[in-house]
């Protein structure tokens, strides 16, 4: 979703934003995909179930313009089933434009492209990408937000940050008798006019 602030140009300057209205992306792709001579566009994403509508709403979009078009996908977190993609694309593209249409995280565009140097398909691929990217994302790390999902879901599953919830609901559960009880008695502690 378009967040209106990200309009602003002095706050942001080198924010790209192609990705608001796609109407005129998929019209500047296929101006220079004329110039250069694409005919077919490869739409590449992750997760089918999150990306599926968008990567056959581009698809459509390329083929009105003209452009014969494919879609792939490949489990974000398996990179055997990445590099067999595009390691397929290699295979299916040899002595002809690579034009790959990317849809996705920052981070699945990593392994994608790491996965097509191993595929041995880094010449000749024109990347195109929907969506916004961290000014210079290349030069940065992109590893603290799988790290902090990896820390929050075995956080959840210790023995005792469920023993301290459950403690907590027992403590909450008998402070007073009734919803209604705890909420006015709490109320009382903490609503004040008091300033510091």
Known sequence: DFDPELSDTNTYPDLTRMGTVTTPVTDVIKNIGDKFGWSHVIIVSGDRSKYRKLAEERKSEFENLGFSSEYKSAEHDNFDSIQAMMSEIKESTKGKHRVVF???SETFFRKVLCASITAGLEKGIIWLTEGTWRHEWW???DQVTPRHKQWLVEDVSHKELKDAFAEFKQ???SFKPTVADTRSALQQLY??????
Not at 191 to 196: A, F, G, L, M, V
């Open 102 to 104: 990317f849809i996705g």
């Open 139 to 141: 030069s940065k790390t």
């Open 171 to 173: 403590a909450w559960d």
């Open 191 to 196: 609503e004040t006019e008091e300033k510091d």
